[in-house]
């Protein structure tokens, strides 16, 4: 089994920061790609930023120049600064997962709420 434990998160005033972590454990052979996604009320899921093994980074144009990916093996963070209401959303971390004598799969955090007031 695999699981991914998010912290970070919180409420913040607009123009503030916060920075959220996921750990994957588990029996992992290797993580292809990490990522955070995001969901506000009445929303779709959406990608807010990605990073491969390799470092290569992606973001939504709505997070770039403010929030930054960042990833330490099979653990993952978002630093986010200048944070505005409309990040306010429930923020879920995803791995692509290779396990031994498995195909990959994606996994999902429990989800951490972030929430911005104006």
């Known amino acids: 089994q695999v699981q991914l434990v998010e912290s970070g998160g919180g409420l913040v005033q607009a123009g503030g920061s916060l920075s959220l972590s996921c750990a994957a454990s588990?029996?992992?052979?290797?993580?292809?790609?990490m990522g955070w996604y995001r969901q506000a009320p009445g929303k779709q899921r959406e990608l807010v930023a990605s990073?491969?093994?390799?470092?290569t980074t992606n973001y939504a144009d709505s997070a770039k120049g403010r929030f930054t990916i960042s990833r330490a093996k099979n653990t993952v963070y978002l630093q986010m600064n200048s944070l505005k209401p409309e990040d306010t959303a429930v923020y879920y971390c995803n791995a692509n997962v290779q396990r031994v004598l498995r195909p990959q799969y994606d996994y999902w955090g429990q989800g951490t709420q972030v929430t911005v007031s104006s």
């Open positions: 990073i491969t093994s390799g470092g």
């Open positions: 588990g029996s992992i052979f290797s993580i292809n790609v």
